[in-house]
């Protein structure tokens, strides 16, 4: 099973990638604007940005888009000719998927396979999908990876991993799936130097993570917390936008409508989120969760209570992004460290 | 020093019951960061800041807490929504006390950012300099290099009204054309231009953070909301998200201060501005007229007058 590492140079990275392409759909962090990224289907090997750190949206959309298409359909006299669009006909590739988000992906796993219902439009995508992950050398500060059971090197969940050397990238090979790629001409052997600079990298990397977010019992804690005063003052300076679950690699909420024209439409699924008032807004005009009070808690209940009780696991793996891009500079940990304090 | 005024007036206002709350900065909790804070005893107003990075318009927050007596620190442009917003009846007059901060101009965090290699863990300002340092740099930077579009455009940096004016007033000429968005904007082609809204627009992820923190976005029902009718799909195809955000800027005609606050709250880094600059220089050319800056008169689309001028009317 085990398969020696390999390195790759940065020179050539672009051929491998060319190589790969042949065979795969390529998902890759490509640079929208200035300092904005997310993950797209590359047409070229340029288009790929893997310098930055992480990318504002997480790799959820690869399995998990923003908007999708459920069905198509379209009317010809007094039929109606439904086209779906579930297929995933080529095999995928997303290309450096840092840790948390691929820890994501299996928290993400638990909500579209659960036993009352498995998601084909989720699911066919993750079959067909090579997760190539992406070592953190200099996680940032608002990192808290290792608090949520991860880590800026954790290899759980990759079917290939690469570690920046450098020149190079160092090239493992950790799942069958991820071995179909080692035939790669311009994958050269690692060698034992190599494997100890990923290895001291490492090292360093973890070492950086100095902060933890005591997370431990958040779940009990909070069990209590429903009627708490502590969400009457915590949401007050949240707009209530949607920036941070948007951007939240865990963050599963989805809206389905329906989109006609005359001669037919689509199904499509959309993200939604518990911050907008929309969102529990019932036909009636009632909403059962009226302020953002409620939406708030709800998030974080969410996150540290509802998900844990139903699969076992904080819904949060320590991304940082919600920290990072709130426009008023909410900050989840600071959050935790107040609930832990309650 | 400013900050200290800020607090020593909301103690009062809250010691005196004047207020049942006071809106202001406290420390944030990253560097080049402060955030919205939220005060309701004299105590908790020693956590009140003040410094280049309180860059959020806090009459945002005037909808959701008009029930309540509020005060509230404002800069030149918070000051120009919380008079929009009086014009539009949104809030009892007598419910607001503001304390005026005449505005240093505020620094561009991601500009900031852009200047440095590596991660910036700790910022401080030192007079017109900004000290950033990370693990292995420490620059001092230029403060005026770094400022948001919108603060060196800003023309109205003193509180046009308030209660209480805290610090000295400032000189109030621009850095650049107050219009320099738009007017850079239109010295490109027709297809240079609309390549530029396509590309921004692209980038938008239906998050509403601009609408949210824009205090002149407060319809009942935002028409992105709406299902009956459905004025637009909720999904991101080019033709919704350009919608969007046109018919968001038309909105703010005769009513955006350009305080900024929409292009701040992006995630994405969404830059359209230069569209509801426009509208404002529009209005200003054909009415005379600037949102916020007269307690008196409506805003020209809320209004109607026989001598209004109408050469647009072809």
Known sequence: MSLKPATLNKKEFGSFLKQVMQTYDVIAPVELAEGVSAYRKIESPEEASLASHNTQKSAKEAFFPQSEVMFRYEKEGNRTQVTSTEEVNRPRLILASRPCDIQAFSLLDKVFSAKEYTDVYFLKKREKTTIVGFACNDPLSTCFCTSTGGGPFTREGSDIFLVDLGDTYLVEFLTEKGKALSQNEFLKEASEGDVARAKKLEEEASKRMNLPVHLDGIETKLEQMLENPFWDRIHEKCLGCGACTFLCPTCHCFDIADEVSQKGGQRVRNWDTCLFSLYSMETSGHNPRPSGRERTRQRLMHKFNYFPKNFQKIACVGCGRCILYCPVNFDIRQAIAEINGK | ?314
């Not at chain 2, 620059?139 to 109205?156: E, G, P, Q």
């Not at chain 2, 938008?204 to 459905?230: H, L, N, T």
């Not at chain 2, 968001?248 to 305080?259: N, S």
């Not at chain 2, 230069?274 to 054909?286: F, I, P, R």
Request: with cysteine; aromatic share 8%.
């Open chain 2, 1 to 314: 020093m400013v900050q200290q005024k800020i607090r020593e007036k909301a103690k009062e206002l809250l010691a005196n019951k004047e207020v049942d709350l006071v809106i202001g900065f406290g420390e944030g909790s990253l560097p080049l960061r402060a955030t919205p804070l939220f005060v309701r005893t004299p105590e908790e107003a020693d956590r009140l800041i003040w410094n280049s990075f309180c860059d959020n318009n806090l009459a945002t927050y005037i909808h959701k807490l008009s029930r309540f007596k509020l005060g509230i620190v404002a800069k030149g442009c918070d000051v120009r929504s919380i008079m929009a917003l009086a014009l539009e009846k949104r809030f009892q007059p007598d419910r607001i006390v503001l304390i005026g901060v005449p505005c240093q101009r505020m620094v561009d965090r991601r500009k900031v950012k852009k200047a440095v290699k590596g991660e910036i863990l700790r910022a401080r300002e030192e007079g017109d300099q900004l000290i950033v340092e990370g693990n292995d740099f420490s620059v001092s930077l230029k403060k005026n290099d770094f400022l948001y579009a919108s603060c060196k455009a800003c023309t109205h940096r003193n509180p046009i009204k308030a209660n209480a004016v805290v610090g000295d007033q400032v000189d109030e000429t621009p850095l650049t054309d107050p219009y320099a968005e738009a007017k850079e904007f239109e010295k490109m082609s027709a297809e240079e231009r609309w390549n530029y809204f396509e590309r921004e627009s692209s980038r938008c992820i239906r998050c509403y953070a601009c609408r949210e923190a824009c205090p002149m976005c407060y319809c009942a029902e935002c028409f992105v909301d709406s299902s009956g009718p459905k004025w637009l799909e909720k999904g991101l195809a080019p033709s919704d998200l350009e919608f969007y955000h046109i018919v968001r800027a038309y909105h703010q005609t005769g009513r955006c201060t350009g305080c900024g606050a929409c292009e701040r709250a992006c995630p994405m880094n969404i830059r359209l501005t230069y569209m509801t600059q426009k509208l404002n220089q529009e209005v200003k050319d054909l009415f005379d007229f600037e949102a916020g800056t007269d307690p008196e008169t409506l805003p020209p689309m809320a209004t109607y007058k026989v001598e209004d001028k109408q050469e647009f009317i072809k």
